[in-house]
C-alpha cells in the first residue's frame, strides 16, 4: 500500500484514539449517574445520549457544523478566545466521531455499572468508606470489563464514523481524511483498487476491536 | 351473526375495520398515482450539480408541454458518471465537463450520435456578502487573510478540475494547495463560502449568481481561464430513448437557452 494511504490508515487511527480517550472520563461518569436509581431529568439525559445513535450521522453533523462553525455560537466564541480553528481541521474529526461514538461508551458502561452488586458497595459503606473510594476500590474494579468493553466499541465506532466528521471536517486529502472519507472519495475516482485496500485495512481493524470488546465480555461472564 | 372461524373480535372490530378502510384507501389512491405516472414517459436526468436551478426551472415548463415527467439526479459530473457506469437507472446525462463523457464513451456506455455540448459557463472568485477581505486578482488568494479555499474536489470534480487548471496556468497552485478544502461538487464549495466557514471559493459565474450569501470578488475572464464546456449524450441502456432524444433537443433550443442565459450560461450556437 502508498505511504498516502498509510499515512490515511496512522491519521484515522490517532484522531480515533484520541476522541475516545477525550470521551473516557465524561462518558464513564455519565454511566455512573445514569446507573443510579432515579434522579431528576435522568430520561432526558438518557434520551439526548442515545440520539446521536438514532438520527442520522449527516444530521449530527449538521448540528456540529452550525454550532462549530466560524458564525456558529461555539466556533465564534472558540476562534475569538483561543485563536482556534475548527470546522475543517482535525479537531473538527475528533469532535464529530466523539459525539458519534460516545453514546456506545456510556450504555455499554452503565450495564457494566448496573451488574455491579450494590450490597458489595453498601458493605464498603458500612466499613467506613467515602463515596469516592468505594466508586474506584470497589465499583470501578467490578465495572472495568464492561467499561473496556465500551470504550473498545466506542474505538471501532470512531474508526468507521462518515457522516457527521464529512460535515464538520470536509473530506481534505492529509488534513482530515478518514478511511471512511477516503474509501469513498477512492470510490469517485474509480481507483477501486486503493478503495479496497483500505476498506481491508479498517474490515482487520473493526474486526479485532470487535472480537477484543467480546473477549472482554464473554471473560467476565466466565467468571460470574 | 359472527363467523366462528374468525377469531374474537378480528374484523368485527370497530378499530380493526377503521384500519382496513384506510389501508384500502391508500391502496387506491397509491394505484391512482402509479397508473397516471404510467401514462407518460418518466426521464431520469443525470445532471452536474451546477445546473440544479436553470434545470428544475426548465422541468416546469417541460413537464408541462410534452407531458413527460423528467426526474433529476443532481451531482458532481464524476459521481454521475460513476453511476451510469455502476447501473444506475439513466436516461439522459448533462456533464459539466467533456472528459467526463469521453469516458463513458470510451465503454460504449453512450448512444452514438446523440452527444452535443451545449453550453458554456466561467469562473468566479468568490468571498460571503459580508467579508471585508479585498480580492482583485488570483494572487490575492495567496495572501495571509485567506486560510481556506474552498473548490470542487480538484481531481474529479469539474468545477475543481477547472479550478486547479485556471490557477496552475497562473503558476499559482503550488502555493495555495495547503488552503484548499476539496467538495464533493461545486455547490458545496458555494455552501462552505456562504456559511463563512472558509474565506473564499471557486465556482461557476452561474453558482455565485444565486446567492445572495456570498459576493463575487472577480470574473475569470473567458480568454484566461480554461474552457468550460457542459456535453449532453443520451444513455445507451436508456428505457426512454425517444423522450430523452425529444429532452436533450428541447434543452439547445430556443425556450431552455433563454433559461439557461437567465441564470449565467454561454449557449454554444
Known amino acids: 500500500m502508498e505511504n498516502e494511504n498509510w499515512q490515511i490508515v496512522y491519521f484515522t487511527l490517532g484522531v480515533s484514539i484520541l476522541s475516545t480517550l477525550l470521551i473516557l472520563p465524561g462518558g464513564v461518569a455519565l454511566a455512573w449517574l445514569l446507573a443510579r436509581p432515579r434522579w431528576m431529568g435522568k430520561s432526558l439525559v438518557e434520551t439526548l445520549v442515545a440520539l446521536p445513535l438514532v438520527i442520522p450521522p449527516v444530521a449530527t453533523g449538521l448540528i456540529l457544523l452550525k454550532l462549530l462553525g466560524r458564525r456558529g455560537v461555539l466556533g465564534s466564541f472558540i476562534e475569538k478566545t483561543f485563536g482556534v480553528e475548527i470546522v475543517f481541521t482535525w479537531r473538527a474529526v475528533v469532535i464529530a466521531i466523539g459525539v458519534m461514538s460516545f453514546p456506545l461508551l456510556v450504555r455499554t458502561s452503565r450495564v457494566a455499572f448496573e451488574g455491579v452488586n450494590p450490597r458489595l458497595e453498601e458493605i464498603a459503606r458500612t466499613l467506613g468508606a467515602g463515596e469516592l473510594r468505594i466508586f474506584f476500590t470497589v465499583t470501578l474494579p467490578l465495572a472495568a470489563r464492561g467499561i473496556i468493553a465500551g470504550t473498545i466499541l466506542a474505538f471501532a465506532r470512531a474508526l468507521g464514523e462518515f457522516g457527521a466528521t464529512i460535515m464538520v471536517a470536509g473530506n481534505i486529502p492529509g488534513k482530515t481524511s478518514t478511511i471512511a472519507l477516503s474509501i469513498y472519495q477512492f470510490v469517485q475516482l474509480s481507483q477501486d483498487s486503493a478503495a479496497f485496500k483500505l476498506l481491508g485495512v479498517s474490515v482487520l481493524m473493526a474486526f479485532g476491536a470487535v472480537w477484543i470488546s467480546e473477549f472482554v465480555l464473554r471473560k467476565r461472564s466466565s467468571i460470574r | ?269
Open chain 2, 1 to 269: 351473526m359472527r363467523d366462528r372461524n374468525l377469531p374474537e373480535g378480528d374484523f368485527n372490530n370497530p378499530a380493526v375495520k377503521s384500519i382496513i378502510r384506510s389501508l384500502a384507501v391508500a391502496l387506491a389512491l397509491a394505484t391512482g398515482l402509479l397508473a397516471s405516472s404510467l401514462r407518460a414517459a418518466e426521464v431520469y436526468v443525470c445532471a452536474a450539480a451546477s445546473l440544479t436551478d436553470a434545470l428544475k426551472e426548465i422541468a416546469v415548463t417541460y413537464d408541462k408541454e410534452s407531458g413527460d415527467t423528467l426526474i433529476f439526479n443532481f451531482a458532481a459530473s464524476s459521481v454521475l458518471a460513476r453511476q451510469i457506469e455502476e447501473g444506475a437507472p439513466a436516461d439522459l446525462i448533462v456533464s459539466a465537463d467533456e472528459a467526463k463523457l469521453d469516458a463513458l464513451e470510451k465503454k460504449g456506455l453512450l448512444l452514438p450520435g446523440t452527444r452535443k455540448s451545449i453550453l458554456s459557463n466561467t469562473l468566479v472568485v468568490v468571498v460571503p456578502a459580508d467579508s471585508a477581505i479585498n480580492i482583485k486578482a488570483a494572487r490575492d488568494l495567496a495572501g495571509p487573510d485567506i486560510k481556506k479555499i474552498a473548490l470542487g474536489e480538484p481531481s474529479s470534480v469539474p468545477a475543481g478540475i477547472y479550478a486547479k487548471a485556471y490557477l496552475e496556468k497562473l503558476g499559482l497552485w503550488e502555493q495555495l494547495a495547503g488552503k484548499i478544502v476539496p467538495t464533493e461538487n461545486v455547490r458545496a464549495a458555494l455552501a462552505a463560502v456562504e456559511s463563512g466557514n472558509v474565506e473564499a471559493g471557486i465556482v461557476y459565474k452561474t453558482d455565485a449568481m444565486i446567492s445572495k450569501k456570498v459576493k463575487v470578488a472577480f470574473e475569470v475572464p473567458e480568454s484566461e481561464g480554461p474552457k468550460i464546456s457542459y456535453p449532453l449524450a443520451v444513455i445507451k441502456e436508456s428505457k426512454a430513448p425517444d423522450a430523452a432524444k425529444k429532452l436533450a433537443a428541447y434543452l439547445d433550443s430556443g425556450p431552455a437557452g433563454a433559461v439557461f442565459e437567465k441564470y449565467g450560461f454561454i449557449m454554444k450556437h
